[in-house]
């Protein structure tokens, strides 16, 4: 028995070592980065320590508005995407005419450079020869500024976003379709059960392990927000700093500002963010750890 458990040690050695050093380590060396003021990359000197980096950030407008703006996203986001992504995939379940086109089509998102699509998405949202607007036109609707005005740029992430979002849950969605026995639809047909108790009575129930992995996940994914702000407003924040995120924030403070230690402390009230909810999440949903 402890040779196979040391066997077993060994197989997962590699893959330790990976996380040890590319996920603990910055973690443990970003938390203590936070509390140092004036941090030198070069030598490793600092002037002081202590909770002024925190004290700075939380007085800084831009920060307030970038927690802002991604507490709106993820709230916005993650459950919009997933209720679209269930239907769809109920839909592609269905054994409608081409289904393997349909679901390579809803899937390519997911496998395709973000920076690519947000180029396509300027596109569709510019003010005078976007799709976006050329189909609001036939509304009577007049053109919307989406990337040029402050009040249209965080919806427009929005949107953006959920479109991308949904590649992933409805794999994993179709996923856990076909894991529920036909036997129980067949059932119910005989029984005559309209489709909406059909939809809450078993289709729900059957795949509810994975709703719960795509909420905590999508969830995650939608605070770590960064690749498609930088890709839809061409590495900008939208104007005025509309749509800024906490990623973006801490992107800036790092690489723009050289602020280190504020950047460190962003990272560490971003962590604590998704450590909580994420808890409370998997509690609410009845998820167990071990």
Known sequence: MEKKSMKG????????????????????RAFIMSFMEDYNMINGTYSSV??????????????????TNTGIYVAFVVPCSIALSLLIAVLLNSKIKFQGFFQTLYFLPYVTSVIAIGIVWRWIFNEHYGLLNQILSWFGIKAIPWLNKKQYALPALIIFSIWKSMA???????????????????????????????????????????????????????????????????SKAGPANSAITVVYYLYDKFYNQYEYGEASASAVVLFGIILVLTFVQRKLTGRKDG
């Open 168 to 234: 992933f849950d409805i794999l994993i969605f179709l996923a856990g379709l076909q894991t529920i026995s036909p036997d129980l639809y067949n059932a119910a047909k005989v029984d005559s059960t309209p489709k909406w108790r059909v939809f809450t009575k078993i289709t729900l129930p059957g795949i509810m392990p994975m709703v719960s992995y795509a909420l905590v996940m999508g969830m995650i994914n939608a605070f770590k927000v960064y690749n498609e702000v930088y890709s839809l407003f061409a």
């Open 50 to 67: 202590g909770f002024s980096n925190y004290v700075s950030i939380f007085k800084d407008k831009y920060f307030i508005k970038a927690l």
């Open 9 to 28: 040690y060994l197989y997962l050695m590699p893959a330790l070592i990976v996380i040890l050093l590319f996920t603990i380590y910055p973690l443990i």
